[in-house]
């Protein structure tokens, strides 16, 4: 493996110090974790395509856009009541 060099702030050179040391880990492996779990847009319509696949045709269950966004929006804002969510 090759290592890179990416340019940031010293601001965000900081804060990612901070989040890394807060987690027992380094920059490096952060940011590593956050490259292999971010999904793109397109990866996130993709594996939404293959969820609604699937409970079509193992549970019989057609999922509309509608119902899709109206779930999407849902989570959302469960996950922004969290203790520690960004907001």
């Not at 340019?7 to 920059?27: H, K, N, P, Y």
Request: charged share 35%; hydrophobic share 40%; proline share 1%.
């Amino acid at each position: 493996m090759s290592d890179a060099m990416i340019r940031v702030t010293s601001e965000v050179r900081d804060r990612l110090a901070v989040i890394a040391e807060s987690r027992g880990t380094s920059i490096r492996s952060l940011v590593q974790e956050f490259a292999e779990s971010t999904l793109t847009e397109e990866e996130r319509r993709e594996r939404a395509e293959r969820t609604r696949s699937y409970l079509a045709d193992h549970f019989g269950v057609e999922v509309s856009d509608e119902e899709s966004a109206a779930m999407g929006a849902r989570l959302h804002e469960a996950f922004a009541k969290q203790p520690g969510a960004a907001t």
